[in-house]
């Protein structure tokens, strides 16, 4: 059983910045990717980060230059360090982990709040 588990979610002041933490239950290269991803009420859960097994990494358009997704294969984990954030930030942002043949796994998620 795969579990992910966030830490590191909060409120900043628009920008500042926070530092999300994902940990996996076992090896991070058993994913073909992994990343984070954000939702708000109403919206449909978008991408925000992500980084396959080969280091190949991709952003959303809105956060180039202010996130950047990192992970230690020792520790389990991948991170997301966010910068210069904004009040269109806040979100509850889930850590992902993608295994062709197994599909989808999701962490609860962690509130990241930014105020004005």
């Known amino acids: 059983q795969v579990q992910l588990v966030e830490s590191g979610g909060g409120l900043a002041q628009a920008g500042g910045s926070l530092r999300l933490s994902c940990t996996a239950s076992q090896n991070i290269f058993s994913f073909d990717s992994m990343g984070w991803y954000r939702q708000v009420p109403g919206k449909q859960r978008e991408p925000v980060a992500t980084i396959t097994r080969g280091s190949n990494v991709n952003y959303a358009d809105s956060v180039k230059g202010r996130f950047t997704i990192s992970r230690d294969t020792a520790k389990k984990t991948v991170d997301l360090q966010m910068s210069s954030l904004k009040p269109e930030d806040t979100a509850v942002y889930y850590c992902?982990?993608?295994?062709?043949?197994?599909?989808?796994?999701w962490g609860q998620g962690t509130q990241v709040t930014v105020s004005s």
């Open positions: 992902n982990a993608f295994r062709i043949g197994l599909g989808q796994f």
